[in-house]
């Protein structure tokens, strides 16, 4: 990954993020963290293998990239997830529809959770869902953020 085009006979700096991709993955999603300590290229990528296999449609990929142990209930789907892991699940409900969810982490050096989210969320069984769990700059609880990754179908045989 390079801020801009190589020129003719210019070799890829060493510092430069790099991904090998398989070729068994028939679709993938690109994942970018900020890297401060990449001082060529600011940013960290991970490649999501987001093959009908791996990740079917209407499951759930959770990546903490906190430094908090997360603990989460999606309908009746629990998860835990490790600081700098991720983990996946199936759907909360089969249909489109609402469900509940509560989100918890155990911060380092603590023995209690604390709450990060009570809602209810609503289900589509046609997407994909990502959830970031970060760090808040100037807060200790981490954040929260997602994505509904939608398939255009009209285009999905065309890679």
Same mark, same amino acid.
């Given at each position: 990954?390079?801020?801009?085009?190589?020129? !003719?006979?210019?070799?890829?700096?060493? !510092?430069?993020?790099?991904?090998?991709?398989?070729?068994?993955?028939?679709?993938?999603i690109f994942? @970018? @963290?900020?890297?401060?300590?990449?001082? @060529?290229?600011?940013?960290?990528?991970?490649?999501?293998?987001?093959?009908?296999?791996?990740f079917p449609?209407?499951?759930?990929?959770?990546?903490? =990239?906190?430094?908090?142990?997360?603990?989460?209930? @999606?309908?009746?789907?629990?998860?835990?997830?490790?600081?700098?892991?991720?983990?996946?699940?199936?759907?909360?409900?089969?249909?489109?529809?609402?469900?509940? =969810? !509560?989100?918890?982490?155990?911060?380092?050096?603590?023995?209690?959770?604390?709450?990060?989210?009570?809602?209810?969320?609503?289900?589509?069984?046609?997407?994909?869902?990502?959830?970031?769990?970060?760090?808040?700059?100037?807060?200790?609880?981490?954040?929260?953020?997602?994505?509904?990754?939608?398939?255009?179908?009209?285009?999905?045989?065309?890679?």
């Amino acid at each position: 990954i390079l801020p801009k085009p190589l020129g !003719a006979g210019e070799q890829v700096p060493a !510092a430069a993020p790099k991904l090998k991709i398989p070729a068994t993955w028939s679709r993938c999603i690109f994942l @970018f @963290f900020a890297d401060p300590a990449n001082p @060529f290229f600011p940013v960290r990528v991970i490649p999501v293998n987001a093959s009908p296999t791996e990740f079917p449609k209407g499951h759930t990929l959770i990546y903490n =990239v906190s430094n908090a142990t997360i603990r989460g209930k @999606f309908g009746e789907e629990s998860v835990l997830v490790r600081p700098g892991n991720s983990a996946s699940f199936k759907p909360p409900i089969q249909r489109l529809g609402d469900y509940s =969810v !509560a989100i918890d982490c155990l911060l380092p050096g603590e023995t209690k959770a604390t709450s990060i989210c009570r809602s209810s969320w609503q289900h589509d069984p046609t997407a994909r869902q990502v959830l970031f769990i970060t760090p808040a700059p100037g807060f200790k609880i981490p954040r929260v953020w997602g994505i509904l990754d939608r398939e255009n179908e009209t285009n999905s045989n065309e890679r």
